[in-house]
């Protein structure tokens, strides 16, 4: 009886990388990618994965300090996720859900979800990303205050360094600039407000302080637009693309007390936080808000399968179903058996292991407490912890900080990637995500992992004459 969950494989076999990325650059372009630049390098080949570890083409064994994209929470190579998604392929690999049909998988699942949901959500809408998730969002929003006969109200309020997708909608409610900068968005009608970062924006405040000045914007914003214009505000528990940035305590339950006073509805996007990666099923829990909808997608799979929604409230709800008429919106895998199956597996999984309890109660306090001392290091001013999420800030001295032309991030990712961790570099943010599953022992081979890259990072400073 092999007392692991994970499958257990032969030695991963070597690739012919050159072959491979070859192939790659004649006929692949990837992601948020410099098409020309990867070219030249070529690209890295991961080819296996097991538990926390994954390998690449040449064999080496890397820690996914990110788990994948943030989504695969329970880890690779678990047999029964695949297990499900093969019965389910057997019995019934697609129906779809429009025509007044439905399929079983995808019934239980929206109730299993609702199970785990904060309690004045009950509904569920299906679609394939978060992207499209909260696409399905600014539609439902939309069609939410016509039915309440407030048409005018339109506008929803985001925040910069935000990231909610990279569709038309989902780019126009993120709010990187660079995105916007191509393809002329956002579209009219979402409008940014600043990000609760405060080691960038909050100097001379305390963090509690800081957190009510930031939340304080958004009441700016209201009054600007007017509060009769605005639909709802939508943000991120902890920013996760934007950086790991997690908002000082005193900040959501401002923003929700913002909310409820000018009757506008709160969008808790948790494609991230959702499903136990701050140690709590969604992170509105976690911080004390109460959302009218939430984005999710990622973890509610693992990423083993594309699947993405809306939870939705019992306000939105209510007008939803009870106005009747016909909500023109869908995808034709809304509701895919296949990932809806799959995704009932993964929540039975968390909730039998009590992998959400683990993460609060044992190891993100360890987490924390072994991330916070990489503190000492030299070329790091700040760390910050919270659930299996955690950021710090590189640069040369506490007071002072890198031009962010040396691109000090990726120098810091290269040394993480080659010596067997992956962290990701947002500015001179340094941030992982590691899979919910990682045990205190694997933290601790992580961190010392990270603390050697540093190490490196800070002689390779050195000889370049950046500090
Ligand atoms: N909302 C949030 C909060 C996200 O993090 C999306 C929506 C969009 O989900 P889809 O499934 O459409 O990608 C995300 C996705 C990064 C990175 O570099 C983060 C995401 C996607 C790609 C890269 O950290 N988050």
Not at 214 to 239: H, T
């Amino acid at each position: 009886m092999n007392p692991s969950p994970f499958l257990p494989g032969t030695e991963p076999a070597l690739y012919d990388t050159a072959a491979l990325q070859a192939l790659d650059s004649a006929h692949y372009l990837h992601p948020f990618t410099d098409f020309k630049s990867l070219s030249a390098t070529g690209s890295r080949f991961i080819v296996r994965g097991e538990g926390i570890y994954i390998w690449d083409s040449n064999g080496n064994k890397i820690i996914d300090g990110m788990s994948g994209l943030w989504n695969v929470n329970l880890g690779y190579r678990r047999v029964e996720l695949a297990d499900a998604a093969y019965r389910q392929m057997l019995e019934l690999p697609f129906y779809n859900s429009f025509f007044q049909t439905s399929n079983i998988p995808a019934a239980k699942l929206a109730a299993s979800i609702a199970g785990v949901a904060p309690d004045h959500m009950r509904r569920v809408f299906y679609c394939n990303s978060g992207s499209e998730a909260n696409d399905t969002i600014v539609r439902m929003v939309r069609r939410y205050w016509d039915l309440k006969n407030q048409p005018q109200r339109k506008t929803i309020i985001s925040r910069h360094n935000a990231y909610h997708g990279s569709t038309v909608a989902g780019a126009s409610l993120s709010g990187m600039s660079g995105m916007h900068a191509q393809g002329d968005l956002p579209i009219p009608g979402i409008v940014h407000i600043g990000q609760p970062y405060h080691f960038e924006n909050g100097a001379g405040m305390t963090p509690e302080a800081f957190g009510l000045h930031a939340a304080g914007w958004l009441e700016e914003k209201i009054l600007e637009l007017g509060p009769e214009k605005v639909a709802a505000f939508i943000g991120e528990p902890v920013q996760g693309a934007g950086g790991v940035i997690i908002p000082p305590s005193t900040y959501w339950p401002e923003i929700q007390r913002i909310c409820d006073h000018y009757g506008i509805l709160l969008i808790s996007d948790e494609v991230i936080c959702g499903f136990g990666r701050l140690g709590s099923w969604f992170g509105c829990q976690h911080f004390g808000t109460r959302p009218d909808l939430i984005a999710f997608a990622k973890g509610v799979t693992s990423g083993y399968f594309p699947l993405g929604g809306v939870i939705i409230g019992d306000r939105v709800a209510d007008v939803l179903i009870e106005s009747g008429g016909e909500f023109n919106h869908g995808f034709t895998y809304s509701g895919h058996p296949v990932g809806c199956a799959l995704a009932l597996e993964n929540i039975r999984i968390l909730q039998e292991e009590g992998v959400v309890d683990q993460v609060r109660t044992e190891t993100a306090p360890h987490l924390a407490r072994q991330f916070h001392k990489l503190a000492d290091h030299p070329i790091v001013a700040i760390t910050e912890a919270l659930g299996m999420v955690a950021g710090l800030v590189l640069a040369p001295s506490p007071q002072t900080r890198f031009d962010p032309a040396d691109e000090v991030g990726m120098i810091c990712r290269r040394h993480c990637f080659e010596n067997g961790v992956i962290m990701r570099a947002v500015g001179d943010r340094m941030i992982i995500a590691p899979p919910l599953v990682i045990s205190p022992q694997q933290i601790d081979e992580m961190i010392a992992l990270i603390r050697r890259c540093l190490d490196l990072t800070h002689v390779e400073l050195r000889a370049r004459g950046l500090i």
